[in-house]
């Protein structure tokens, strides 16, 4: 199973920054993709942004020019650092992960796995 801990989110101002880490552990063979979604009271969850293995990323309309995802070299570890915040980012944050892991006798079998989330707060 692969698990993933999300860490930074938190209440800020409009206009400030926070940044988001989201670290994947388990019996990893191989990330595809990461991603952040994001979830406000009474909405749907929504993709906020994504990268894939190769660095390509993808971004929500809303948050382009102002988020920006990013990988560490290892590829487990997944970052959201988002400026120029406003009210309408309010919202818990959930990291995505697509990939695979190992099984016995060399086998990988895919995963997608969810982090718990993470309160994202902007109000002044």
């Known amino acids: 199973q692969v698990q993933l801990a999300e860490s930074g989110g938190g209440l800020v101002q409009p206009g400030e920054s926070l940044r988001l880490s989201c670290a994947a552990s388990g019996s990893i063979a191989s990330i595809n993709v990461m991603g952040w979604y994001r979830q406000a009271p009474g909405k749907e969850r929504e993709l906020v942004a994504s990268?894939?293995?190769?660095?390509?990323?993808n971004y929500a309309d809303s948050v382009k020019g102002r988020f920006t995802i990013s990988r560490d070299n290892a590829g487990n570890t997944v970052y959201l650092q988002m400026n120029s915040l406003k009210h309408e980012d309010t919202a818990v944050y959930y990291c995505?992960?697509?990939?695979?892991?190992?099984?016995?006798?060399?086998?990988?079998?895919?995963?997608?796995?969810w982090g718990q989330g993470t309160q994202v707060t902007v109000s002044a």
């Open positions: 990268i894939i293995s190769g660095g390509s990323t």
């Open positions: 995505r992960a697509d990939g695979t892991i190992r099984l016995t006798w060399g086998l990988t079998k895919t995963f997608t796995s």
